[in-house]
């Protein structure tokens, strides 16, 4: 497995990739970078990175793989629906997978996904909007979704 290690407004940022897919990301990771990266989406990944938190960019455009138990892979399925600059409710996505009774269980698919910020579990809020629940830490969180709400509304990628 190859990574690109490289610095952003929240911390430093690990990309793992396999046959020219992403397949995780870290958010505040402690990898060191390596010293060759031959997988053009690595390379690809970080300029797009680049741009989220430039204010260019509002969605990714990589090949990803998702690793996980078919319920996660529906969850985070739905997670890319949910659109730059707007949330949801962890029961709103249960609703939307049809599985309304299951917030929680929705909340531990988000606590797992691989690939934070490119599928967007931050985007998932408790009842009532609360900020709650993710992995790399709520003031990452607020950070990102302040990020985004301060862009919402200008035509990006």
């Known amino acids: 497995m190859n990574k690109i290690v490289f610095d952003s407004p929240i911390g430093k940022i690990a990309v793992f990739a396999e046959k020219e897919k992403i397949v995780r990301t870290e958010l505040k990771t402690k990898e060191k ?37 078919d319920f996660q892979k529906s969850v985070w399925r739905e997670l890319e629906k949910i659109p730059f600059g707007k949330t949801k409710t962890y029961g709103e ?10 917030a929680r269980a929705v909340g531990m698919a988000c606590n797992k996904n691989p690939l934070a910020i490119i599928v967007p579990c931050h985007r998932v809020l408790g009842a009532g909007g609360r900020v709650i629940g993710f992995a790399c830490g709520t ?15 200008e035509h990006k990628t």
Request: hydrophobic share 40%; with cysteine.
């Open 33 to 69: 970078s390596d010293s060759v990266i031959t997988e053009k989406v690595l390379f690809k990944a970080k300029e797009q990175f680049g741009e989220y938190f430039a204010g260019k960019r509002t969605r990714f455009e990589l090949e990803y793989c998702f690793c996980g138990t």
């Open 93 to 102: 996505v249960a609703a939307a997978i049809e599985k309304p009774k299951a």
């Open 139 to 153: 003031d990452i969180k607020e950070w990102l979704l302040g990020h985004e709400a301060g862009l919402k509304g």
